[in-house]
């Protein structure tokens, strides 16, 4: 090994690190090793954004505003229904594709949401990796630049689902139909989403919406449940409902510091 190359797993094995919230936290959070999982689910509950890299081109690209959302992605959802219909789809064949795609999404929601996003780790990269796609988040939940998922990210996830998409179903017509509905239902995902962190709920099925998904973040070993943000579906099939209290139910909240450390 050469005098420049990093051994990052020894520097993993090294005990007790801690990340400075004041410096770019992305080249850090992998020193923690096993104890990234207890450090990331340690809300810290300030608003103000923490900065993520040192490269400005790079830190651009982790942040986006709510209404970014429907102005980027909504024109994608109206661009493929009409190529549906421009291969041979009427509008009413076109429709139940689509609707069918919203419902999909729901479902690629929770698998992403409960596999990928609450992915346990301890390697340096599989810790740097699980901060920067959803870690964050929890680290930090009122964060507003990065509640929605930036476009260019969201883009690592839109283009490998549509290949797979056209090698699973030759009708390219049906595949325009789905994949709108999908981006129909990501849309929809994501303010929902922002919704349940700055929105004011306005019925009880709202408010029990913002409880749980407040509970997901706050409460001890709540993150284990409610991975479904639009829909509580799939929790119910898979019984990952929020149980309504658990044997250690306590929150975790950290009071916000400037060094965090466990």
């Not at 809300?43 to 429907?70: C, H, N, Q, Y």
């Amino acid at each position: 090994m050469s005098n420049s190359s990093v051994n990052y797993e020894a520097l993993v094995s090294q005990p007790k690190r801690s990340v400075d919230l004041s410096k770019p936290i992305v080249a850090q959070v992998g020193l923690l090793g096993a104890d990234y999982d207890d450090w990331v689910h340690q809300p810290v509950t300030r608003k103000e954004t923490p900065r993520f890299f040192e490269s400005d081109i790079l830190e651009m690209g982790t942040k986006a505003k709510w209404w970014m959302i429907p102005l980027i992605w909504g024109p994608v959802v109206v661009m493929c229904e009409a190529r549906a219909v421009q291969k041979g789809l009427s509008p009413s064949q076109a429709f139940p594709g689509f609707i069918a795609g919203v419902l999909a999404w729901t479902f690629v929601e929770y698998l992403l949401h409960r596999f990928v996003f609450h992915m346990k780790t301890s390697s340096y990269w599989g810790n740097t990796f699980h901060y920067v796609i959803h870690g964050f988040h929890h680290k930090h939940p009122m964060d507003a630049n990065r509640l929605v998922f930036p476009p260019v990210m969201a883009l690592f996830i839109a283009i490998p689902v549509w290949y797979l998409m056209k090698f699973l179903i030759p009708y390219r017509a049906v595949c325009y139909s789905l994949y709108g509905g999908m981006f129909m239902g990501y849309i929809m995902y994501d303010l929902t989403h922002y919704f349940l962190h700055f929105g004011t709920a306005f019925s009880d099925h709202l408010y029990k919406m913002k409880k749980d998904h407040s509970n997901h973040h706050f409460k001890n070993q709540m993150h284990n449940y409610g991975f479904g943000v639009t829909s509580s579906f799939w929790d119910v099939v898979f019984s990952t409902l929020p149980p309504t209290k658990l044997k250690s139910d306590q929150a975790v909240g950290s009071q916000p510091s400037t060094v965090e450390s466990y």
